[in-house]
Structures are given as C-alpha cells and as structure tokens.
Nanobody, 119 residues
Framework: VQLQASGGGSVQAGDSLRLSCAAS????????MGWFRHVPGKPREFVAA????????YYADAVKGRFTISRDNTKNRMYLQMNSLKPEDTAVYLC?????????????WGQGTLVTVSS
C-alpha cells in the first residue's frame, strides 16, 4: 500500500485547509485509517482516526470540534477538513493505515504534507 498525502500549505490563523490521502496498491476499504502530525523535536501526535466503514471517528482533544475526518472508499481516499486553524496546528501531517493480512498487521505511512499556520 502506498499513501500519498496532499493539500497542505501556508495559511493564516482562522483559515481552513482540506488534506487528502490517496491510497494505491490495495483497496483500503476494509481498514481503519488515521491522521497524525509531527513537529521536529516532538513525538508524533495522533490527530484523528476513522473506522473502515466510517461508523466511528476519533479525535485528539486539541482538534475536536475544528477538524473532521472522512473517507471515500470508492475513491480509496481519506480526508481531513481542518477549520479554525491555529499556529499550534503547524506540523507535517501524515496519513496512516494498518492492513491486516492473515492476522498480521502491517503499518503504512504516507510521506506527509506540511501545514503552516501563521498568526
């Protein structure tokens, strides 16, 4: 599975961005997916996750109410709508999935897309 994140950019505080994660090589419709973010010098941070059937969504407290995760299994894509962006949201955003084959889990990460929020 290859994951390609896109949609990052430089914005002002209060602006919105929509990130996209395109999967290729395998259908991800059966697998949970998520977004993490990374700031150099800090641990990778969980942002949001979504179940394979979109039945459940999970958010970090820092983004709850501002970010919305979604997916379109017909397009093999996942999205992160980010509203009311804050400078502390500045990070490289990474998409993630775990593919389970014969009860063994394989973790896949996209290369990340940079989001810069200025005050």
């Amino acid at each position: 599975v290859q994951l390609q994140a896109s949609g990052g950019g430089s914005v002002q505080a209060g602006d919105s961005l929509r990130l996209s994660c395109a999967a290729s090589g395998r259908s991800i419709s059966s697998y949970d997916m998520g977004w993490f973010r990374h700031v150099p010098g800090k641990p990778r941070e969980f942002v949001a996750a979504i179940k394979s059937t979109s039945s459940n969504e999970y958010y970090a407290d820092a983004v709850k109410g501002r970010f919305t995760i979604s997916r379109d299994n017909t397009k093999n894509r996942m999205y992160l709508q980010m509203n009311s962006l804050k400078p502390e949201d500045t990070a490289v955003y990474l998409c993630y999935t775990r593919v389970v084959i014969n009860a063994v889990g394989y973790d896949y990460w996209g290369q990340g897309t940079l989001v810069t929020v200025s005050s």
